[in-house]
């Protein structure tokens, strides 16, 4: 079992960065590949970046492109998402996710459904 906690998120002004961060506990995450989705207020829970088990592939949503760069360090269990640019349509509850996968490519990695363990969310508020 694996549990997954986002931190970091918080009310921030256009133009911002921040930097969201996701612990694991329970297992070591060098063997799961890890993801990072987010919600806006009324809309569906969207893929936003993905990392593979070592870090060394990263995918991201096309919206988030130069923007955003997600990393993880094995060592500390961790996982991270830096925003910057901020803006406000980027104000969402930002999830971590997780599988068991030590592949280097995997299409799945951008699929929410593919993902085993969730955590519970961090809110990312950006005015205007």
């Known amino acids: 079992q694996v549990r997954l906690v986002e931190s970091g998120g918080g009310l921030v002004q256009a133009g911002d960065s921040l930097r969201v961060s996701c612990a694991a506990s329970?297992?070591?995450?060098?063997?799961?590949?890890m993801g990072w989705f987010r919600q806006a207020p009324g809309k569906e829970r969207e893929f936003v970046a993905a990392?593979?088990?070592?870090?060394?592939?990263?995918y991201y949503a096309d919206s988030v492109k130069g923007r955003f760069t997600i990393s993880r360090d094995n060592a500390k269990n961790q996982m991270y998402l830096q925003i910057n640019s901020l803006k406000p349509d980027d104000t969402a509850v930002y999830y971590c996710?997780?599988?068991?996968?030590?592949?280097?490519?995997?299409?799945?990695?951008?699929?929410?459904?593919?993902?085993?363990?969730w955590g519970q969310g961090t809110q990312v508020t950006v005015s205007s």
């Open positions: 996710a997780a599988r068991l996968s030590t592949s280097e490519s995997n299409s799945y990695y951008l699929t929410e459904y593919w993902y085993e363990y």
């Open positions: 329970g297992r070591t995450l060098g063997t799961y590949a």
């Open positions: 990392i593979s088990s070592s870090g060394y592939m990263k």
